[in-house]
């Protein structure tokens, strides 16, 4: 089992950036790939960014690509999610969740999820 809570998130304007944290807890988080994803009001869950358990690949979506960076710390047991040149597109409530597997885009396949932090971002 791995709890995870994101924080980091808040208001900023276009053109800011924010860095999103994933603190977990439990069982071998670093044995876990993670991903990011978003929720804008009234829109499904997409996908935002993944990384392997070791942090030696990372896969974005195609818009954010050369905007965020993810990243994560095993010995601290904590992921990151640098977001720069936001644009007020990006506004969404961001999870970032884990599994046991190797990384997807898919959320379905991911076993592990944070509650979820907000960011906005204002034009």
């Known amino acids: 089992q791995v709890q995870l809570v994101e924080s980091g998130g808040g208001l900023v304007q276009a053109g800011g950036s924010l860095r999103l944290s994933c603190a977990a807890s439990?069982?071998?988080?670093?044995?876990?790939?993670m991903g990011w994803f978003r929720q804008a009001p009234g829109k499904e869950r997409e996908f935002v960014a993944a990384?392997?358990?070791?942090?030696?690949?990372?896969l974005y979506a195609e818009s954010v690509k050369a905007r965020f960076t993810i990243s994560r710390d095993n010995a601290e047991n904590t992921g990151f999610l640098q977001m720069n040149s936001l644009e007020p597109e990006d506004t969404a409530v961001y999870y970032c969740?884990?599994?046991?597997?190797?990384?997807?885009?898919?959320?379905?396949?991911?076993?592990?999820w944070g509650p979820g932090t907000q960011v906005t971002v204002s034009s």
């Open positions: 439990g069982r071998a988080f670093s044995t876990y790939a």
């Open positions: 990384i392997t358990w070791n942090g030696g690949n990372t």
């Open positions: 969740a884990a599994r046991t597997a190797t990384y997807s885009v898919d959320a379905s396949q991911y076993n592990y």
